[in-house]
């Protein structure tokens, strides 16, 4: 039973149950103890039945209390995530990665320390002294403790590139809020960065440092940054630059901050992506290689063979910088090891949901991360399906095996990706077959090398020559990948659905897979079942879409963007000429049909229904009184609104387009004119409204 065969689904199950329940409630002290004692008597009553062969009150005591941990530890998380009032303050905080260079600024993500509040006269809150005596004071009385995490966008200043992980800064800045755009069916920005701690940006210049200074001792998350950087710059060294130097970074050390968008849209079209982030695939060729060097130690020597792989394996974990993915990778083949050196038979899902099991209890919130997902669901389907299809044809050609071993990997991993592939980029690569049977040895090779130019650094001429290989499979890469995603129809586009849809369909996959190749009895209820749950998830969606009629601001840069939809039909009236990705987005995940009109006047009014939209770059008495408007959207930077304005017929709501600059404010005669319902886009979110 899988219970007993995979015990680690049977306690991961409720866990996670507990942290998606966070979402949605907040467990209160009556909540608690109502659990405690639920709990108590559970287990207490459980001893009783001990002597039958099976004990389901045990089993029902055991759920509520990995439920209710689940709930506990993912609302304590988000307790640890402090709430700043948008004030001025000085903040005593670690800097947590190399700055990163952006266009006009340098992200710096700091980890937060402590905070003081600084008063109008430029004092600390609770001194009547000035700043710049107190930068050098110590905590308890001029800062308050506080965790979490920040991101400073810092102005172009070359004093931030001797910046290190793990540096202590003194900083002064006022914190903002992150927020979504509020679009229809867009990223969630906002829960993803809280589920990394981040709950506020600033803006500041290099006068806001009012003091920095190295630790002591740096962290070992920090040393292994640091490292990691130092390698980077060996390859430098040895003649790798430019695009390469960036590829080489991505592909064996996880740095993708060096790499150009271009590069990263040539991958994620091949569908080769998944080699740029340092997880599974590389710690399995990484420990392939290591294995197969260490041949001479077989037998009695097996245990020091898996040990020393082991070791390596986390040593490559560390000059990484232990990013969440590779560990993820390591956890897991450690885990899988583990049960071979305690000469055990090992359960490949019970060992991987083992690892799933310790990061979850580490970092709850690492169950909404798309990586996290992305990654055990490959390995899962890798596990329960490959030897089963493999196995379906047979080659006795070494090379045909080796080509089969490739496709058979890659339909797997991708058939256990693809919903969650669909509804996180809302796109689905079609040769990724082909691009992976060519490139990922490629890429191997890319890996294997890169690993053994910082080894044979201290030999000029061996990691010379290393360094010119690698120099060269790196650009065939590139070329490769390139050459893939330029093919016509290398993807398709604008495909989307939502979670239920995204979770619907991974378990009918999963059950029609395991009906289709493994040999034991399984009934074809099951896989028809949830077959018949994700049409009936889809034709709900449909329904209920298709009966809504709304009226929608869109929330864009540089551009206003209207929409009207009408049922499964949405008609967009905007002043560019390309549809924006947030309508694009919208649209695969509801599956709506667009129609794109563009405003070419300055005033422009649409009858939907039995509503009046005025979509004006400017506002006055006359217009109001041709149109009688029903809503009125003002677009352009600055929309101009007559001072003597009087309404015909008072508008549900005046709305403010995305494009009014971040400076703009309501005009005063519209407070005079009587109308409240005034939505400004750029500071609110996107406007919708059922018409």
Known sequence: MLHKEIPFLRIGLP???????????????????????????????????NKYRDNPVFGFSLTIAL???????YTNEKAGIPILKPEQSLFDCTLSDFPEEKENSYMLTVRLNSKSVVNGDGTIKGSKLPIAPHIGVSGETMFETIKGSMILYNKKDPSMVSLLPGD????????????????????????????????YYAFTNSGDILK???????????????????????????????????????????????????????FIKAGVMHIMAVSGLHAVILSLFVFNLLFFLKRRFNT???????????????????????????????????????????????????????????RPSVIFDAGFLLSYSAVIYIISFYKDLYHLILFKNRLKDKIWQSVVVTI???????????????????????????????????????????????????????????NYLTGLTELLTARTSALPYSTIENIGMTTVECVLLTFTLFLFSTYLFKKQPFSIVYPLSALLLFTISGTTLDITSGTRNELIVYNTQGSATI?????????????TLSVVPEVNRHCATLGL????????????????????????????????KKFIPDFVILTGPKPEIEKSIAFVKLPEAIIISSQAASGYRVPFQLNLAGTSSVYHVRKSGAYTKRI
């Open 593 to 624: 049909k667009l129609n794109t009109f563009t405003i070419r006047n300055n005033v422009c009014c649409i009858k939907a229904g039995e509503k009046n939209i005025l979509i004006t770059k400017s506002l006055d008495k006359q217009m109001l």
């Open 67 to 73: 439920f209710t941990c689940g709930l506990l530890l």
């Open 212 to 266: 920095h200074h190295p630790p002591r001792y740096r962290k070992l998350v920090h040393r292994a940054l640091i490292i990691r950087e130092k390698i980077i710059g060996m390859y430098k060294e040895r003649g790798i630059t430019g695009d390469r130097l960036a590829l080489v970074a991505a592909m064996t050390l996880g740095q993708k901050s060096m790499l150009d968008p271009e590069q990263k849209q040539n």
């Open 563 to 575: 929409g009207i939809k009408t049922g499964k039909i949405l008609n967009i009236y905007t002043d």
């Open 304 to 362: 020091l063979r898996i040990l020393i792989t082991i070791l390596i394996l986390w040593s490559f974990a560390f000059v990484t910088g232990l990013t969440p993915s590779v560990l993820r990778a390591t956890l897991m083949f450690s885990f899988l090891q583990a049960g071979n050196l305690m000469k055990r038979e090992v359960n490949g899902i019970n060992s991987v949901l083992a690892s799933a099991f310790v990061l979850i209890l580490i």
């Open 15 to 49: 866990l996670c149950f507990g942290i998606i329940s966070g979402l949605y409630f907040n467990p209160g002290i009556i909540f608690l103890v109502s659990s405690v004692i639920i709990i108590t008597i559970g287990f207490i009553s459980g001893h009783y039945y």
């Open 412 to 470: 797997v991993a991708q058939a256990g990706t693809l919903p969650l592939t669909i509804m996180f980029f809302n796109r689905f690569p079609t040769y990724f077959i082909i691009a992976n049977i060519i490139i990922v040895p490629l890429s191997s090779l890319v890996i294997i090398i890169g690993c053994l130019v910082p080894m044979a650094f201290p030999i000029h001429f061996l990691s010379r020559f290393l360094a010119t290989i690698l």
């Open 168 to 199: 202590r800064m003194i900083i002064k800045c006022t914190p903002v809020e992150i927020t979504n755009r509020g679009n229809p069916c867009e990223f969630d920005y906002r829960f993803y960065m809280e589920n990394h701690g981040i709950r």
